[in-house]
């Protein structure tokens, strides 16, 4: 084919360049107004716009500058410059740009190939090889052998597709489709991410492996939608006119940008709902949040008194949402507002025990305890008004127990939930390191070691490595681990059935319930990922459709578990406990699964009791798992301890209601989520978010679903609510690593 003579061209290499720079600037500002528009409501919106907007637009400045250097650094080495190399593409004869095209779109394809064939064989090799020599050397040579084949396959497949291309693309719009095919291939690769499952199944659902929390990769997507831009903004057609217009308007973009992000940043600490709406629902601005607020924190603390840090003194360091006021030192070291008049302490309502008659019979002394708690399981069940029918089995328990229709969790996830639920003290009261999978210390006692004490044979199934490590395993006189069946993660696979299993083979052993015995058996499938089970999962695809056959697949091994106690003749001497570590969210404030807020969706826990004379009942008072480990106790007729919190719900179980306590939740600093803090007092429930010192107000009674913000509004009831949050908050006795009082 023959060479093609240079277009004469209005657009120079320069404008080219700085066209596709404020590309990137002006699409980055509205990649992140669109995100705020998605996810914000009408008191947040356009704080938060006008902050990712200015955010993203200011991010773009260096990454375009990133990206251009790049294209300099790349070519160098090949003796070329940025200018040889757009005018060798321009000048190219038409059968090099008829190839450049064929690899442009193919090579890019193929590579994804090569990626998830690598990504299987890796998942194959090393959940089905014991020797990790012959599955690292199975992936090494499968992937040089697929890489091969597929440098044969394009070689191959590019003459054929080369004399395809349309002519005038070829002649006339060289430059806009090759770089057109680029930016193309970024956007798939987004939407690809976006489309995947985080499980990874399918044939190239390893690109939603780039979804998960724990790999935090949220900042990677607006960097390639402004490398998607730049690549476009070198697409400006060589026929184009002059751009003056166009350029006076990208300008004028830019600086509505900034001046809506320099106000939005001086108005945080001014409008609170704005920033945790910023903290807690988009992808790029907790980051860049934390990062402004390090650098602008002269005293060092950790607290800013910008940005909506919350410091009120930035001078000194121990002054900070984060501190414990001291009382009477004229002093409000956390930030209050006022200085803590007293020291307080933590009274509980001891209810007095209903006399002992015919309505209230005396309880077994010699009751043993089945306690049954399951992952992530939300309150809103079948027998709360639930329409699917997820959980018959539980429902039918609580037909038949005590339940407890407003009871909440200690905090938002597992690792900070159930060591101290079974401790009997807040997550900051117990001794743990600061990891997110936290490790529990010796010097912690849990539930196990009080019943062993008292002469119970004590049992624990589990179905999460996790609990392997955890210090949880004290007082246990048997503790088993099932591996499940499925994927490779502990995530990825199904351990209800073996859970079960095991459970009821102790139960059918006479050495472990010949006499009173504790078993826990805690069911983890219900725990993202939502794997599909046949049978039960008949929902739908959605996630929280595939989240609800986990739980009908969960609840018929409940079934299970409660049918051999009865079979075994157990029942009428077995007190039966189920509950769940937190709940699971799924968007209902643009948060999903848990660990990340304190919304009552992740809160609020089912909490069933079924003992032998206590008559089946619904109780509204609401509780919170601090009070399980001395409910349990006095169950069981065994003395309470004196380092416990809580208290029994007993009298309560008995008189069908009580006088409700404060109930105090953690969400400690962790890898993963923001230091909060919950206290209800029905009907009220404060959350503080400590970085920033942000308190929001919610009545749960007319406002279940925590909508409708009155901490603005109904000025008279927050200040009561922090006093009675700050004089909680004051009597806690910090121990675990990293909450030591600063």
Request: glycine share 10%.
């Amino acid at each position: 084919m023959s060479s093609l003579a240079p277009r004469p061209s209005t657009v120079t290499l320069g404008f080219r360049i700085s066209f596709s720079f404020w590309t990137a600037v002006v699409a980055a500002g509205i990649y992140g107004a669109v995100e705020a528009l998605l996810r914000g409501d009408d008191e947040t919106l356009w704080w938060t716009a006008s902050y990712n907007a200015g955010l993203m637009a200011l991010v773009a400045v260096p990454v375009a500058i990133v990206v251009l250097a790049g294209l300099r650094l790349l070519l160098g080495p090949l003796g070329w410059s940025p200018r040889q190399w757009f005018a060798a593409l321009r000048d190219s004869n038409e059968a090099s740009r008829r190839s450049l095209l064929s690899y442009a779109l193919l090579g890019p394809v193929i590579a994804g190939g090569w990626f998830a064939f690598t990504y299987h064989v890796v998942r194959v090799a090393m959940g089905k090889f014991v020797h990790m020599g012959l599955a690292a050397l199975l992936c090494t040579a499968g992937t040089l052998l697929v890489a091969v084949l597929g440098g044969l396959l394009l070689r191959r497949l590019c003459p054929w597709l080369a004399s395809r291309w349309p002519a005038r693309w070829v002649r006339e719009r060289f430059v806009p489709v090759f770089f057109g095919l680029l930016a193309l291939h970024l956007f798939l690769l987004g939407l690809s991410v976006a489309l995947s499952p985080e499980a990874g199944e399918g044939l190239w659902g390893f690109w939603g492996l780039l979804k998960r929390e724990a790999l935090d990769l949220s900042f990677l997507w607006p960097l390639l939608w402004m490398v998607a831009a730049i690549l476009l903004g070198l697409c400006v057609p060589a026929s184009a006119p002059k751009w003056q217009v166009a350029r006076l308007s990208l300008l004028l973009v830019v600086g509505i940008c900034v001046g809506g992000f320099v106000r939005a940043i001086t108005g945080l600490n001014h409008c609170a709902p704005c920033t945790v709406q910023l903290e807690t629902q988009t992808a790029i601005t907790h980051q860049t949040l934390s990062l402004l607020r390090r650098t602008f924190d002269a005293d060092g603390d950790g607290f800013s008194p910008y940005f909506g840090g919350g410091d009120c003194d930035d001078t000194r360091a121990d002054v900070h949402p984060g501190a414990i006021d001291i009382p009477g030192d004229g002093i409000d070291q956390d930030c209050s507002g006022a200085d803590a008049v007293q020291r307080a302490t933590i009274e509980r309502t001891i209810e007095t025990p209903a006399p002992e008659d015919s309505d209230h019979p005396a309880l077994d002394p010699a009751l043993s305890l089945l306690f049954i708690s399951v992952d992530a399981l939300r309150h809103d069940l079948g027998f709360t008004g639930y329409a699917r029918n997820i959980s018959p089995n539980i429902d039918a328990l609580a037909q038949e127990g005590v339940v407890f229709t407003h009871a909440w969790s200690l905090s938002s996830f597992t690792g900070r939930a159930i060591g101290p639920m079974l401790i009997g003290r807040y997550p900051t009261e117990t001794f743990c390191n600061a990891s997110h999978l936290s490790r529990y210390s010796d010097k912690n006692r849990l539930l196990a070691e009080m019943l062993h004490d008292a002469g119970l044979q004590t049992g624990s199934v589990q179905a999460h490595p996790y609990f392997a490590r955890s210090g949880l395993q004290q007082g246990f006189d048997r503790f088993e681990i099932v591996t499940g069946r499925g994927g490779d993660e502990p995530d990825l696979r199904i351990t209800g059935d073996q859970s079960t299993a095991v459970a009821v083979r102790w139960l059918n052993d006479d050495t472990f319930t010949a006499g009173r015995f504790f078993l826990w058996v805690h069911y983890m499938d219900p725990h993202k990922e939502y794997l599909e089970h046949k049978a039960f999962s008949v929902f739908g695809s959605d996630s929280r459709a595939r989240y609800d056959g986990e739980v009908a697949f969960t609840d018929a091994q409940i079934g299970e578990l409660l049918a051999a106690l009865s079979a075994r003749g157990l029942r009428d001497r077995t007190a039966v406990m189920l509950t769940a570590d937190h709940g699971e969210a799924f968007g209902e404030h643009n948060i999903r699964f848990h660990g990340r807020a304190l919304w009552d969706e992740i809160m609020r826990v089912p909490w069933i009791f079924r003992v032998p004379g206590l008559a089946p009942q619904r109780i509204a008072t609401p509780v919170g798992h601090i009070d399980l480990v001395p409910t349990v106790l006095d169950l069981l007729s065994l003395p309470a301890e004196p380092q416990l919190r809580g208290k029994s719900l007993l009298p309560i179980m008995r008189q069908g209601s009580g006088t409700p306590d404060p109930i105090y939740i953690e969400q400690p600093e962790g890898e993963y989520m923001p230091p909060m803090n919950a206290l209800i007092a029905w009907p009220y429930k404060l959350i503080h978010t400590i970085t920033g010192n942000r308190f929001q107000l919610f009545h749960l009674g007319d406002d279940p679903g925590e909508q409708t913000d009155l901490s603005r509004t109904h000025p008279d009831v927050l200040e009561d609510m922090k006093a009675q949050y700050n004089q909680q908050r004051a009597a806690i006795e910090y121990t675990a690593d990293r909450y030591q009082r600063r």
